[in-house]
Nanobody, 121 residues
Framework: QVQLVESGGGLVQDGGSLRLACEASGSFLRIGTMGWYRQAPGKQREMVATFSREGITNYSDSVKGRFTISRDFARNTIYLQMNSLNHADTAVYYC???????????????WGQGTQVTVSS
């Protein structure tokens, strides 16, 4: 099992910055991709940014150039630096991680409980 704990959400003014963190813990051998998703009221959950075990990053078009994802493999932690925030970024942000199980030949995914980010205009 993998447990994910997010931190760093809050209220920020339009144009401001926030930094989210997510630490993975538990008994696991090999976490693969970690990343951030978000869900705004009345909308589906969407990918924000991901960081693969190979070091490949991926961003949604809406956050490119404003958000930066980083990963500390030694600490099993990912970060999301969010700059130039605007009202459209208001959402609950969820941490994500996956883990391949060779024994079961399947990919398991895990989610944090979410942290609220609110951008006031």
């Amino acid at each position: 099992q993998v447990q994910l704990v997010e931190s760093g959400g809050g209220l920020v003014q339009d144009g401001g910055s926030l930094r989210l963190a997510c630490e993975a813990s538990g008994s696991f051998l090999r976490i693969g991709t970690m990343g951030w998703y978000r869900q705004a009221p009345g909308k589906q959950r969407e990918m924000v940014a991901t960081f693969s075990r190979e070091g490949i990053t991926n961003y949604s078009d809406s956050v490119k150039g404003r958000f930066t994802i980083s990963r500390d493999f030694a600490r099993n932690t990912i970060y999301l630096q969010m700059n130039s925030l605007n009202h459209a970024d208001t959402a609950v942000y969820y941490c994500y991680a996956d883990r391949w199980s060779a024994a079961h030949s399947r990919l398991y995914d895990y989610w944090g409980q979410g942290t609220q980010v609110t951008v006031s205009s």
